[in-house]
């Protein structure tokens, strides 16, 4: 169960702004359902449903302001539980960069990236329900890192 | 070099495509020179790696770098680690030599002494184990397990083993006690760690069947130890009062809910034998949980879906059954599109097991068809297909009609399914021509008539034609001809050619049974064809139509004047530079001049139209059979071939001949959904031969001959064996599989005796609605007894094999 397979971060204008493959694609497939599911996707209406059957699995995608997240999972996967994962994303990211935006991920992607590791791993994985857990392992991290860059200075 | 920073806004700055490019590339080519360098210092490096990801995530190449990961992982600072493992698991995959590199330096991370170090390990360890890096790094994942009480590391280690046991099951029996013991240990058992024992469980329960793996009971133990506490898990989160670490909309957990189900449901399939007895207990937790569960928020829904595709997998009791088909209809009811996504396609799935509930929510199925969204539509659709019955059948009928006729023909693909699977279904319970069925098509045809195949026209003519009473064809006559010649408003859209083409078609077979009618008159009807004639010159279909109802009609007026006019009409076609109408009108105007008692009974009305069986069960030499024969006939009537009697002759010679004459014959033919042109289309095969003869789309479904055997029978489909031929050394069986639900993508999988050698023809058809007949060839050779084994598999979840043995030796 949440066998997600990829996840993907689109622009309106199809940009992508984060991407992570949970399964081992060669690159010609990568670059296959990149394009395919960018053209479907930003062509979908508003009022259309958020799960569409492709190739042999399913996408679930949801619109947050600029962003389309989008994720491909395994038919044995709970659609509607994915949306809550997706959720579950944003919301870490918005309480993590207080009130996220677009350029918040452009320009701190690895930080984002760090954060989906907190919540999907291995083929998919999800890993941690509570809401306070991520963020603090997240702000741990960072303290690490900025004490790590300090002692150098002061050294 | 500037920073990161920068170099995103100037690739945001660049103004057009190419200067993107260019500065991506230039950068790219930088970075690469930049990290040759043996002497750049890591915090240089650290920054270089950083523009790569960002490349990366623009969908550049970046394969030159991925040693570069692995010196930023080497470094000591946490800073590089961090940055060093997330380029390592973005760059990186399993198939990659370069890992042999990584090996060393997880194998002493992992014992690392700041935790988050270690929780990066076991990240990437999840992301890139290949089978060696399992074997060689699971004693240090083991370790993780046992001796640990860090929450966040032992989450993660549980995901790792989860992977790892998934890459080398043999593993499985080294990590299978953790699962019981980290219950003993109730302080650490957090939800994240007991998502991670449902990870690895559900990793156990997928290997250990597929490999011969040898300590199958050892692990069945464990599972049976911790089934209870997994239901203890379900029961507590279930009824858990607020935990605001938790909660989403006032749900406790749906994550570990649901996965916690997915892991029982596994285990119930995979250790059937093994947990039954818990099976009540199961059970009644389910119940239970469905009355709990009262938000109508997505969060309390992916929890009650679950719920209702563990009550099906594991084919629960009755009356949970009907209790999950009740949530499903309550999915439909709600207003929210994806929950609605989902009920339809479980309530498509289980359709065939449960029809009657199913039936009990037709209202709210009806109702999804009116939804914005198209893959809405048509699972509603499908459904609606799957439980017609003959209680609801005009009501259903009623509704789909006023579906497509209401969808502004926006859809074509929803509606050409929608009356194809009409016309099929009326065709399967033998309803085609009945008064109310015929009533239906014409109110179609009516507001749907230029979405129409031209498949679907000619099915409806034959509908039509085929009417066993005379008042049902007077009154569908009427109504066509008196809303067709109406001179009030145009009714009928004047892009309706479907509409036209059959009101030719029926003023030349039952202009007598109308004319008289009030607006139906010589005149009225003589002038229709006329005008028809001018706006449609340059459409042969059309023409080849008027010019038969041209003829036929002349034959059942009076007026001079108006006969005089069809005359003309037809006479002015000699000339047309299509050679098919030229040949008819050329032909028709010989007719046209015979005295009136020849005539009347040659342009009689169609007969009957009789759907050869025999056709659709062998097709394959049928066809072949069938063309030759139809030049011939052809032949004759256009002396292109020497023949014995000429068509002209063969009138004179038998006055007044039965409907079924040669010459009539031809004209009905075998296919006489195409009208008069299909024949003539098939004469001059070597000067039109890019237009063959169109079969009907729709096919007709198989008859199974009453001397064949069933030789199986379950709730999905029927098989039936006939053995057409037996003879010493090889026999000929065709088998014949009746739907009872429908069937999405049959796959027929058979085995014979060893002694025997098996062809299997292709199946007629691999998708059918309830009551459809597809049929498959073997041709068996060889010595023995007569036997097989068959294999059936489809896309909706028929999966069976039986045997079955014939008296017959070869």
Request: net charge negative; with cysteine.
């Given at each position: 169960m949440s066998k997600i397979k990829y996840l993907l971060l689109l622009s309106r204008?199809?940009?992508?702004?984060l991407i992570r493959w949970y399964r081992s694609y060669d690159q010609r497939e990568k670059a296959l359902i990149l394009r395919e599911i960018t053209t479907t996707v930003l062509s979908?209406?508003?009022?259309?449903?958020?799960i569409l059957e492709y190739q042999d699995h399913k996408i679930v995608y949801k619109r947050y302001a600029s962003l389309f997240f989008i994720c491909g999972i395994s038919p044995e996967d709970n659609e509607l539980l994915t949306l809550e994962i997706i959720h579950r994303f944003v919301e870490s990211m918005d309480r993590y960069f207080g009130n996220v935006c677009e350029l918040d991920i452009i320009f701190n992607f690895s930080r984002a990236y760090n954060i989906l590791d907190e919540l999907i791993m291995c083929d998919g994985a999800f890993v941690e329900?509570?809401?306070t857990s991520i963020l603090t392992s997240m702000a741990i991290m960072d303290s690490v890192e900025s004490n790590d860059s300090l002692e150098k200075v002061l050294s | 070099m500037g920073s990161l920073r920068t170099f995103i806004k100037d690739v945001r700055a660049a103004k057009t495509l190419a200067e993107e490019r260019s500065m991506i590339t230039k950068e790219s080519a930088k970075i690469r020179t930049r990290l040759k360098d043996?002497?750049?210092?890591l915090s240089k490096r650290r920054k270089n790696i950083q523009k790569l990801l960002y490349l990366y995530i623009l969908g550049?190449?970046?394969?030159?770098?991925q040693v570069e990961c692995i010196n930023l992982i080497a470094s000591d600072e946490f800073e590089n680690k961090r940055l060093g493992y997330l380029a390592a698991m973005l760059?990186?995959?399993?198939?990659?030599?370069l890992l042999t590199l990584l090996t060393n330096i997880l194998k002493s991370d992992i014992n690392h002494p700041t935790k988050y170090v270690v929780s990066m390990v076991l990240c990437t360890l999840g992301t890139l184990t290949s089978v060696e890096l399992a074997r060689d790094l699971y004693p240090d994942v083991e370790q993780i397990l046992k001796f640990s009480k860090d929450r966040y590391l032992l989450k993660k280690a549980f995901q790792c083993a989860a992977k790892i046991v998934i890459k080398d099951p043999y593993l499985a029996s080294v990590f299978h006690p953790y699962t019981v013991k980290i219950?003993?240990?109730?302080?650490?058992?957090t939800h994240g760690v007991l998502l991670g024992v449902n990870q690895l469980l559900q990793s156990m329960a997928t290997v250990v069947k597929s490999n011969?793996?040898?300590?199958y009971d050892a692990v069945a133990s464990t599972i049976l130890k911790v089934v209870p506490e997994l239901l203890g898990i379900l029961k507590q989160t279930n009824s858990s009062t607020l935990n605001t670490a938790y909660d989403v909309h006032g749900v406790c957990d749906p994550f570990l809910q649901v996965e916690t189900l997915y892991t029982l449901r596994l285990i119930f399939l995979t250790f059937k034998d093994e947990v039954s007895s818990y099976n009540s207990k199961f059970t009644s937790i389910l119940g239970k949980m469905v009355t709990n569960?009262?938000?109508?928020k997505n969060s309390a829904n992916a929890i009650l879906y679950e719920i209702v595709r563990t009550v099906f997998t594991l084919e629960s009791q009755d009356s949970l059954r009907v209790q999950s088909i009740n949530i499903l209809a309550k999915f439909l009811s709600g207003k929210d599109i994806n929950t609605k996504y989902v009920a339809l396609n479980s309530l498509l799935q289980v359709v065939s097991l449960e029809p009657q509930a199913v039936q009990t929510h037709r209202k709210f199925i009806s109702r999804c068809?009116?939804?914005?969204?198209i893959s809405i539509q048509k699972r509603a659709l499908e459904l609606i297909f799957n439980i017609i019955e003959d209680s609801n059948m005009k009501e259903t009928v009623d509704e789909l009609v006023n579906f497509i006729t209401l969808?502004?023909?926006?859809e074509r693909d929803l509606i050409l399914y929608t009356v194809e699977h009409l016309l099929t279904m009326f065709d399967i319970r033998g309803i085609k021509s009945k008064g109310w069925t015929l009533a239906v098509v014409i109110r179609i045809l009516k507001s749907m008539g230029e979405h129409l195949t031209v498949e679907i026209i000619g099915e409806i003519l034959v509908m039509i034609n085929n009417a066993t009473e005379l008042s049902d064809k007077r009154d569908i006559a009427l109504q066509l001809l008196q809303l067709s010649l109406?001179?009030?408003?145009?009714?009928?859209?004047?892009?309706n050619f479907g509409w036209k083409l059959i009101t030719v078609w029926i003023i030349g077979e039952y202009a007598n049974l109308v004319?008289?009618?009030?607006?139906?008159t010589d005149i009225s009807l003589t002038g229709y064809l006329n005008n028809l004639n001018n706006i449609y010159s340059d459409d042969h279909k059309l023409i080849g139509y008027i010019l038969t109802a041209a003829l036929k009609l002349s034959s059942r007026i009076s007026d001079p004047g108006c006969i005089e006019k069809l005359r003309q009409l037809v006479k002015?076609?000699?000339?047309?530079?299509?050679l098919v109408i030229q040949t008819k009108a050329v032909h028709y105007s010989i007719l046209f001049s015979q005295p009136k008692e020849i005539k009347t009974a040659f342009l009689e009305a169609m007969p009957v139209f009789i759907k050869n069986v025999a056709h659709e069960l062998d097709s394959g030499e049928k066809a072949i059979s069938r063309k030759p024969v139809q030049t011939d006939l052809l032949g004759d009537l256009l002396s292109d071939i020497p023949s014995e009697k000429k068509p002209v002759a063969s009138i004179s010679n038998k006055p007044?001949?039965?409907?079924?004459?040669l010459l009539l014959h031809s004209f009905t033919?075998?296919?006489?959904?195409?009208?008069?042109?299909a024949p003539l289309t098939t004469t001059t095969t070597s000067s039109t031969?890019?237009?063959?003869?169109?079969?009907?789309?729709i096919q007709i479904s198989e008859n199974i001959p009453s001397?064949?055997?069933?030789?199986h029978t379950s709730s999905a489909i029927q098989v039936f064996s006939h053995v057409e031929s037996a003879n010493q050394g090889s026999a000929n069986i065709r088998l014949f599989f009746k739907a009872k639900s429908s069937v999405t993508q049959l796959a027929v999988l058979v085995a014979v005796s060893k002694t025997q050698k098996l062809n299997l023809g292709t199946i007629s058809r691999v998708n059918m609605i309830p009551g459809q007949v597809a049929t498959q060839l073997l041709t068996i050779t060889g010595s023995g007894i007569l036997k097989f084994r068959i294999k059936l598999s489809s896309q909706n979840g028929i999966n069976l094999q039986f045997d079955h043995k014939f008296d017959t030796t070869l």
């Open positions: 204008q199809g940009k992508v702004r979908r209406k508003p009022r259309m449903c958020n329900s509570s809401k | 043996d002497h750049l210092s550049e190449k970046t394969h030159f770098a760059l990186l995959d399993e198939k990659q030599e219950f003993s240990m109730p302080d650490v058992c011969e793996f040898n300590d569960v009262e938000s109508s068809l009116f939804d914005p969204d969808s502004d023909g926006e109406s001179k009030d408003q145009p009714i009928i859209s004047e892009d004319l008289g009618e009030p607006g139906v002015a076609h000699e000339q047309n530079t299509d007044g001949g039965g409907s079924l004459d033919n075998k296919n006489p959904s195409l009208g008069a042109s031969s890019d237009q063959p003869v169109t079969i009907p789309n001397s064949a055997l069933e030789i």
